[in-house]
C-alpha cells in the first residue's frame, strides 16, 4: 500500500472513530512518522517502509481510541511557540491563543511589566508572553505536580519564575506590585460531564477542567487573587466556557471592584474570555 492510500485509509479510520478532524490528525500523524511536516507532505509524499507503516498504524489506532493528537507527537503549537505536552498536562487550544494574544497587548503597552499566569498547565501563556514581550517579568504557578512537571520542561531557561502550587494563595510577595493577571482556569460544570469531549474528558487532567456545580468556583477565586495582585489600573484576563458569556463577567461585575467588565468572543463567534480593569 502506498503512502497516500495510507493516509486516505488513515483518515477513514478516524472519521469512523468520531474524530473532530479526520484529515488533519491522519496528516499529522503521517508527517510525524516520517519526520516532515504536513505541506511538505502534499508536494511530494516519501515512500513510507515498514517500521513507517507499523509505527503510523499503530498511531492512527491509538488515535482513534481519542487519544489526544498532541499525546501522540509530544508536541503542540501555540500562537508562535512549540510546547512538549504528553499525559498529566492539558493540551493548550488555540481558543486560548486570543487570550494570550490579549494579555501580550497589555504587557506590551507597559513599561517594565510584570505579568503573572495563574494555572498555567504547560506554560503555554507564560512562554507566549516571555517570547513575544522579552522585556516582561513572568510569573507562572500551576497546582498540579504533573502539570508542573511540563511547564518546567517548557519554561526552562526562559526567565520565568515557576512555582508549585494554587493560585489562591500564590505570590504574595507581588501584592500589588502586578500589570496583568491572566488565567485559563478550569471552567466546566460537574453536571457537564458527559458532553465534555473524549480527548479532554479521558486524558487531560480534572483539576484543569472541573469547577463545581457552575463552573465558576476558580474564577472567583481567580478574581479576588488578582485584586490583591494587580496595581490600581492593573487588568486581568480569563478563558471561560462559551455558555458562561454572562455568568464569568457577573463574577467580576458583582465584586464592586472593578472597571471596563468586557466579554471577548473567540474566532466562531463564541463567548470566550472576560477582562476587567481594577478600579483606581
Not at 508527517?31 to 516519501?46: I, K, N, S
Not at 457577573?250 to 477582562?275: E, M, N
Request: proline share 6%.
Amino acid at each position: 500500500m502506498g503512502t497516500l492510500q495510507r493516509l486516505r485509509s488513515a483518515i477513514g479510520t478516524l472519521r469512523e472513530a468520531g474524530v473532530a478532524s479526520p484529515e488533519y490528525d491522519a496528516a499529522e500523524l503521517l508527517a510525524f512518522v516520517l519526520g516532515t511536516t504536513r505541506g511538505r507532505l502534499q508536494l511530494d509524499p516519501p515512500v513510507m517502509d515498514a517500521r513507517q507503516a507499523e509505527s503510523y498504524g499503530a498511531l492512527v489506532e491509538r488515535r482513534a481510541l481519542r487519544e489526544p493528537l498532541q499525546h501522540l507527537t509530544g508536541s503542540a503549537a501555540f500562537r508562535y511557540v512549540e510546547l512538549q505536552v504528553g499525559p498529566g498536562v492539558f493540551v493548550p487550544r488555540p481558543e486560548t491563543e486570543l487570550l494570550a494574544g490579549w494579555a501580550i497587548e497589555e504587557a506590551a503597552g507597559r513599561p517594565d511589566p510584570v505579568v503573572v499566569d495563574l494555572c498555567t498547565g504547560s506554560g503555554a501563556i507564560a512562554l507566549s508572553v516571555v517570547h513575544e514581550v522579552p522585556g516582561a517579568r513572568v510569573h507562572a504557578v500551576e497546582l498540579d505536580g504533573s502539570a508542573h512537571a511540563w511547564a518546567q520542561r517548557n519554561l526552562e531557561g526562559t526567565g520565568v519564575d515557576l512555582r508549585h502550587g494554587d493560585m489562591a494563595d500564590a505570590f504574595d510577595d507581588l501584592a500589588g506590585a502586578v500589570d496583568v493577571v491572566v488565567a485559563n482556569p478550569p471552567y466546566i460544570p460537574l453536571e457537564a460531564w458527559e458532553s465534555v469531549a473524549a480527548e479532554a474528558r479521558d486524558h487531560d487532567p480534572h483539576l484543569a477542567l472541573f469547577s463545581g456545580d457552575d463552573g465558576l468556583v476558580a474564577m472567583r477565586v481567580l478574581e479576588q487573587r488578582a485584586a490583591y495582585l494587580l496595581k490600581p489600573g492593573g487588568v486581568v484576563g480569563a478563558e471561560h466556557a462559551d455558555l458562561q458569556g454572562d455568568s464569568a463577567p457577573a463574577v467580576f461585575t458583582a465584586a464592586g471592584r472593578w472597571s471596563d467588565v468586557r466579554d471577548h468572543l473567540d474566532l466562531a463567534g463564541r463567548p470566550r474570555h472576560v477582562t476587567a480593569r481594577l478600579a483606581q
